[in-house]
């Protein structure tokens, strides 16, 4: 069984001047590329998430997480400590659907049948805007 936290170094790689690289010393593969550092960091907890669970779905062995002394960073590098909480998300990795039956005015199904909108996508859409979930 694996733990429901973790924490890794990830590298924020600003050798490319106009871009900012992201990569985790201990988890080869995992790596990402943002406009800033902010967003950067935020994709890099997406990432490990992902990668971690992969990792898990595969049975393979979670290497143990680098110590800060213990990395040789260049220059242009800068570590950051990224933790995740990964209960939650391999409950939404492991999502079912339930159908919904709903009702809404003609002349506006008319139109959305019309335009060619998938009426699921768009509810799904609403329902995280509204409950204020992000991707």
Known sequence: MYPDTYEFIAVLDYSNGKTVGVY?????GCIGCEDNAQSAVK????????????????????????DFID???????????????????????????????????SWINAIAEEQGINFSATLLSALKEKCHIED
């Open 71 to 105: 990395l040789s960073l260049k220059e242009h590098e800068l570590p950051v400590l990224i933790d995740v909480y990964m209960k939650p998300f391999r409950e939404k990795m492991h999502t079912r659907y339930v159908k919904k039956t709903l009702s809404i005015p």
């Open 24 to 28: 985790f010393p201990d988890l080869p």
């Open 43 to 66: 994709s890099a907890k997406k990432a490990l998430q992902l990668h971690l669970y992969g990792m898990e779905e595969d049975g393979d062995k979670i290497p143990a997480a680098s």
